[in-house]
DNA sequence: CATGAATGAGTTTTCATTCAT
DNA sequence: CATGAATGAAAACTCATTCAT
């Protein structure tokens, strides 16, 4: 009102510093809101049972995140962060297209087989008004934080300049490479299919099948 | 409600009788759950507001449907056994093995693209607790209901009996023909990329590319 | 979605006939709000206890009222409609201007007095958000739905006229009117003068010396 | 912090020395939450806020007041003391009723209108629980610690006694001064009248009218 | 003394389901 | 059969207060 000396006077709803504060609880919330939403989906995850299973109270969801959709984003991009390196172990730089294009393939699946819970949030995100958001955000305002997609999306222009890759719109070939792969993990998590490291193979080559010239 | 041209397959699956004067208020209840569901989600969808569109009273509702949760999966079973019919007509039964597959797969694309309500519908319930459960209990009941499925089914077993598809299992083949295909129209609704009787050929050639040996 | 032939498909949020259904359920919630604000303000009155005091259900109240702000205008707008027929009663319309003032003055704080808990639920109104936004929306839109309001402020306009009112703005003309006469009633109500008959007449008298040319 | 004209009068009232050296925290705080009150009300004014406001930790507040509840009564207390000097200075003691009367008469309507947001907070105050439990405890208890009322009361008992003012209990006196006062201060702040000099002498005319003989 | 992270009781609001008419 | 008013359990979120550091 003019008269403020007191600088810093807007309220903050979520001021942490989080420099090194304990990680612990916050860490413990995702973990619990990713467990429950794997298991039960948005709607069987209300804030509470999170509290609950995090050993926090509900009140303090709220110190670490604004909001429960700002929770659930946080979940996916702390799950992408993590898988993200994993991925990029002993990438084959130098190697031919489709020995890059099998280590993400094959690498990928492995990591949705090895982390069940871990793809059933991601299949419970990427289908919820908060996955689509979030990929109508990364088509039209360039926000390229998934580098996972963008290094896939060269390999397939790459591929493509090359005349080594069918010469289809890049959403096309994604929703081969992931369609295919996520229909094949959720087989294997519903107990259709044993993947196992033969099978995953062949997979891949199916898809490479699909998308190479 | 004068455009049910589905009506044919709607019969009283409760017990009253419904013979011919009145009025199809269980189809009415079906189409307003399944516009309201594919435009905003479960969530989006109160019983209250399905009650209204469909022009009935609330507690009609649960004079056709024991559950708001029977409602949906009795939408989804309306809904695919309206799908197959379409997709029979002009079956190409004495045709190659690629002629059906190609007809099947555009056949689909096509109604899936023509009908996006009824695709916003399906996406969001296979991803909901309904549609997973619903899964399950077709792995493990055997219940083979879904006759669309068995068609394509004994193709991949023709084909691979005849050497023409790779031997895979079944469940893979089917991963690699409906995970492609949703993906891809999903990205289509979603306005990533325009579909056109060009692109939907050629995606169907990539799909085929990816299971013929 | 262009095809809906279903017409009123717009999801009511509070339809509500309300032509002669019971208004049981509506007054019951009317009443308690006006009595639990008054005895305890806003802050003490819970949606959930004004619910219990009206012997409905919590979810009753928002079949009447689509906000607990509603439900709050609404317990004013009432009791205005309710004060102004007993103004009106016997309003000497003939009489001279003192006669007339008189009329208003004692009329309205023989209401008050009688009705403290609507005295009371007034004066926490008059001071919240919600009156004083209800008081701007009065002043620049012209809502003139409070007669009793406009009723005085013709007799300041006549007195004005006539110079036998001091010609002071309405407005100040009204804090002396009603600030004098609320502080007074609100002295009774704490026990710090007894109001009989005489008083009240001289208070009037006072009111008026301080207008009067 | 450094604007604190009315350190002067801010002494410990807990159980530290403060001597000199600590920062008034208290005094601090004591500002922000009366900044806040008559910004946002009492709801819009969470202890985190005003804790910010003040500079101070949120705990901190809880070292100065027990209780949120005594923080408020304490802002009121303070600024109850801060006016009576100012009100007193230049008291012409020995002019005539009329124009001591004036003294306070314009000197407080002054005062209000100067600084709106001590108004504000007055204004939330009284009509709170926590102004009306002050009043009723002032009734009976005798607690006569506002002095400035008792100068006005001793006024009026003067006049009363000397056949100048009206016989009517100090109460009625009283809230004709007030209640008017008050109205018009809250016509001004909410823009209804523009007051200035000229209009404020002629309302404490008016005023005066209705209590002389 | 000062802090601010943690808490959980309490608040408003929604909605599937029932049942008297 | 059809209705829709009534319900209350449950959900997201807030905030005064405490207490370990």
Redesign the pocket.
């Known amino acids: 009102m003019g008269l403020n000396v007191h600088s810093a006077t807007t309220f903050p ?1 979520k ?3 989080m420099t090194r ?2 990680p ?3 860490a413990a919330i995702l973990r619990a809101a990713m467990e429950l939403i794997a298991e039960n989906g ?1 709607h ?6 999170i ?1 609950t299973r995090a ?10 995140f ?4 700002v929770l659930i984003r946080e979940v996916h991009r702390e799950l992408e962060e993590r898988m993200h390196p994993i991925l990029m172990v002993h990438y084959p730089a130098e190697r031919s297209l489709k020995e890059r294009f099998d280590h993400f393939y094959t690498g990928l699946m492995r990591f949705l087989l090895d982390n069940p819970m871990e793809f059933k949030f991601l299949e419970q995100f990427y289908d919820s008004p908060y996955g689509v958001a979030m990929r109508r955000d990364k088509i039209f305002n360039q926000k390229t934080s998934e580098q996972r997609c963008d290094t896939v999306k060269s390999l397939f222009e790459e591929g493509i300049a090359a005349g080594a890759i069918k010469d289809l719109p890049i959403a096309i070939l994604f929703a081969i490479f992931f369609g295919t792969l996520v229909s094949v993990v959720r087989d294997h998590t519903l107990g259709f299919v044993e993947l196992d490291d033969e099978l995953i193979r062949r997979t891949a080559e199916a898809s490479w099948d699909a998308i190479r010239r």
Chains 1, 2, 3, 4 share one sequence.
Do not use: L
């Open positions: 709803r001021p942490h510093d504060e304990t612990d609880k916050r948005f069987g995850s209300p804030t509470a049972m509290a050993g926090v109270g509900t009140g303090t969801i709220y110190r670490y604004t909001d429960k959709d």
